[in-house]
């Protein structure tokens, strides 16, 4: 009679154990949205409500009394658009950080794949995002939204680097955050910066006039810049104008560099992964 291997207890194979246990990855996503407005009057319409009052605050700011809704077509979509793949990258980003102080009192009773609840917070924002999405559409085509195949393709192109570059940074920063709780305090200041070191606001031809060329190429590896231009790619240049072959605002290479942010951002979720794995043994005492 053989006897199987034995195995290391409380090692295991990282993120593919997560997606081996399908179930208590739902069981957790579950949890996290049923709680999230618990007890709130306006619910999930929190969700509309946040990003609608953003959108007003910076269109008025940046649309009205600076004048960028007069110099580009479409203002409101282009800055809606871009505004709410950043918040789910930073949402996200910020809700994984904090997932394994959160869910500690499960860290120390029971052993089960613990980056499963940084995924989680992921996939949660992904669908805090999702009412969003649906409303911009909505609004898009109502101004005459007309993409072409390619354009149709960024948008989940653009999700997916925003999600996977939230994943591989949240996984880094929930662990060093269990040992040192400053890298909270950390993560709020890089969600602060996001917003504006992004081309959601402005257009990527005003960055590469002030920028030196190599920091400018250093600005677009950047994959929230590369998930922003992939997502006004889709969502705002069919409502202009300026047909798909036309790169004028959006600059020559915007799929290029959404393809090279795909990269960067599946690279960070492997560094993010060595991290937590390095760190992993001490969640217990240090919770």
């Known amino acids: 009679m053989s006897v199987p291997a034995l195995e290391q207890p409380g090692r295991g194979l990282g993120l593919l154990d997560v997606f081996r246990n399908n179930y208590l990855l739902t069981l957790l996503v579950r949890k996290e949205t049923r709680l999230r407005y618990r007890g709130s009057i306006l619910g999930w319409l929190w969700s509309y409500v946040k990003p609608v009052a953003q959108f007003a605050i910076f269109y008025l700011a940046m ?115 269990v040992a040192l709780r400053d890298a909270q305090n950390v993560v709020e200041l890089i969600v602060l910066f996001t917003i504006w070191l992004s081309p959601v606001f402005y257009h990527i031809d005003l960055v590469a006039r002030v920028l ?32 798909p072959g036309v790169w004028t605002i959006m600059g020559p ?4 560099m959404a393809g090279i942010g795909l990269l960067v951002a599946i690279g960070f979720v492997f560094l993010g992964q060595l991290v937590f794995r390095r760190m992993e043994k001490d969640f217990a005492q240090d919770l």
């Open 63 to 177: 649309g009205e009394f600076m004048g960028l809704n007069r110099s580009m077509p479409n203002f409101a979509i282009f800055l809606f658009s871009g505004l709410i793949i950043v918040n789910f990258f930073s949402e996200a980003f910020d809700n994984a950080t904090r997932s394994i102080v959160v869910n500690s009192s499960l860290v120390k009773k029971i052993y089960l794949p613990r980056e499963m609840f940084p995924v989680s917070s992921v996939i949660v924002s992904f669908v805090n995002f999702f009412p969003q999405l649906i409303l911009l559409i909505a609004v898009a085509t109502f101004v005459g939204w007309h993409p072409s195949w390619i354009q149709l393709a960024a948008m989940p192109l653009a999700i997916l680097i925003a999600g996977l570059f939230a994943t591989g940074l949240g996984l880094m920063f929930c662990a060093v955050n």
């Open 253 to 256: 290479n915007a799929l290029t």
């Open 212 to 243: 030196p060329d190599w920091l400018f190429v250093l600005y677009q590896l950047n994959p929230v810049t590369a998930a922003v231009r992939a997502f006004h790619f889709a969502i705002w240049m069919p409502t202009t104008d300026q047909s």
